[in-house]
T-cell receptor, first 113, second 114 residues
Framework: KAGVTQTPRYLIKTRGQQVTLSCSPI?????VSWYQQTPGQGLQFLFE???????NKGNFPGRFSGRQFSNSRSEMNVSTLELGDSALYLC????????????FGEGSRLTVL | AQTVTQSQPEMSVQEAETVTLSCTYD???????LFWYKQPPSRQMILVIR??????QNATENRFSVNFQKAAKSFSLKISDSQLGDAAMYFC???????????FGKGTKLTVNP
């Protein structure tokens, strides 16, 4: 059974650009959530989606957005990139809400120059 | 707001020995879940163990066990018979019932010495 797949694994952008990251959850999983991991701030919650609906959003500026498609795949977008957006972005999926266990992908490493 | 605190940025243990990682949390909720996640250098987070707050019995998964003290809001992880493959960052996490949002601690880097 394939795990959570995130693409791209690595990317380099410059300030002011935008980026889109993709996450394919485990087959049958309908809940997807996103986290930002940085050395300074640690792991911070970005969004949570279930059945194409955003159920929860973390404390991030409006430049961070996301969506979920009918096949449960999810994308997140960061516009007008800043140096501080450099991070590992992790996606996690679960079969449904309130199951207790999230399965994480390997992440997308974003570097902003 | 819920917070999770891991007071040990780094820990080390000899192979085959036992180590305990500490975690405290703060919440006003009564229904929640607690987790320990492991993140090896390859970066993929793996669930080690979970504990439902309504269960008094401490969770155990093979060599991993927790000491859950609800009144003290403490949730420590004990690793017995430590193995080289246990070397990783360990994150304590909290989730309120009804939400998929995890609140993580800053992590503890565990080194296992041969």
């Amino acid at each position: 059974k394939a795990g959570v797949t995130q693409t791209p694994r690595y990317l380099i952008k410059t300030r002011g650009q935008q980026v889109t990251l993709s996450c394919s959850p485990i087959s049958g999983h309908r809940s997807v959530s996103w986290y930002q991991q940085t050395p300074g701030q640690g792991l911070q919650f970005l969004f949570e989606y279930f059945s194409e609906t955003q159920r929860n959003k973390g404390n991030f500026p409006g430049r961070f957005s996301g969506r979920q498609f009918s096949n449960s795949r999810s994308e997140m977008n960061v516009s007008t990139l800043e140096l501080g957006d450099s991070a590992l972005y992790l996606c996690a999926s679960s079969r449904t809400v309130n199951t207790g266990e999230l399965f994480f992908g390997e992440g997308s490493r974003l570097t902003v120059l | 707001a819920q917070t999770v605190t891991q007071s040990q940025p780094e820990m080390s243990v000899q192979e085959a020995e036992t180590v305990t990682l500490s975690c405290t949390y703060d919440t006003s909720e009564s229904d929640y879940y607690l987790f320990w996640y492991k993140q090896p250098p390859s970066r993929q987070m793996i669930l080690v163990i979970r504990q439902e707050a309504y269960k008094q019995q401490n969770a155990t998964e093979n060599r991993f066990s927790v000491n859950f003290q609800k009144a003290a809001k403490s949730f420590s992880l004990k690793i017995s018979d430590s193995q080289l493959g246990d070397a990783a960052m360990y994150f304590c996490a909290y989730r309120r019932a009804g939400s998929e949002k995890l609140v993580f601690g800053k992590g503890t880097k565990l080194t296992v010495n041969p």
